[in-house]
């Protein structure tokens, strides 16, 4: 088979609304950094469903111990994943996101040499598929969470994102994989937040300490990463099952999305802020910090509540502490 219909084809197989050509023009240069044409064979035969070492061995017709070392190489690289802490584990090919290739290679394709190339490719994928992939879907593809600080007291346990993940046994972080790669393609015009915001729960983290693509941390430290990421200005989303992304409006796939359409990337958390009005002062911090412009600021402080997402943002640093949290009806 000639390299490039190999490629097409791992492309269509990352299609899953069949919307060909909407990213191809970016996906394809980035799948041909992340996979050899050898790895995009391997990729395709074994598929998302994937399965064990035995059985792969018998559908590729490649030995067991050779396999074993090709798939461990493609997981390093983000673009296999391998069930972690298992004698025998099941091998498949990574998924487009939620985690997938918008996430893994951001995450620890660092390690390899052709990393500039895959970091601009990446960016400019991420660009697309927040532009366009995104918006096409037609309904959030993820939450937003707000800060714990800012919860309510009727707040259940379910809707504070730090209880969520207080059970998961094992917590990590790494490099932001929207961030790392904007930084890289455009240095000096992009954020100036943390890189290491990306939050690890159970199995994420078990692979990601296997692939040295994050590192350890305690609970009291995951925590801890919420409330800076929140007074840095970063909003909590997606599923503490796994992964909690702390978004900047800059960088981040979904307000990449955000900022170009009015689709429902992102569905807001259960709480409001309500602002003490005889309290504001109108200094207008509050709104300075809203990713999404929900606030606007004349004698006091207003919310949009069509656009306001819930995060939280606007919470810590109002100076009158005049911002309270209250339960969306
Ligand atoms: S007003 Fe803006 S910053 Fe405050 S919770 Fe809503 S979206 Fe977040
Ligand atoms: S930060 Fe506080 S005081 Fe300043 S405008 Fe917002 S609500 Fe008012």
Known sequence: MKEKDIYKELFEMYDPFYTVNML?????????????????????TIGFEGGKIEALSEKTGIEKGKLKKILNIM????????????EDPVYKTIGLAGPGLVETGGWGNIRFPHHVSLMKALHHFEVEFG???????GAPVARVWATPAALPEDAKPEENVAEMIKDAGIWGVSNC????????TDPGNHCEHYLETCLFMGDMVR?????????????????????????NGLVH?????????NCCYDCCVFFVGIRSTDAPILSPSEFIPRFDDDNCSACGICADRCPVDAIEVEDTAAVDLGKCLGCGVCFP?????????????
């Open 75 to 86: 997981a390093d690289k983000g673009t296999v994943w391998i069930d972690p802490a298992t």
């Open 207 to 231: 692979w990601g300490l296997e692939r040295k693509m994050c590192r350890e941390i305690t609970y009291e430290e995951a925590v801890d990463l919420l409330k800076t990421c929140n007074e």
């Open 24 to 44: 191809e023009k970016t996906m394809i240069p980035l799948l041909r950094i992340q996979f050899t044409p050898k790895e995009a064979e391997l990729a395709v």
């Open 131 to 137: 532009k366009k992939w995104l918006p096409a879907i």
């Open 177 to 184: 994989s929207c961030r790392q790669p904007h930084w890289i």
């Open 237 to 245: 989303t997606h599923d503490p099952g796994e992964f909690i992304c």
């Open 317 to 329: 640093t109002c100076p009158a502490e005049s911002i309270q949290f209250e339960r969306r009806v």
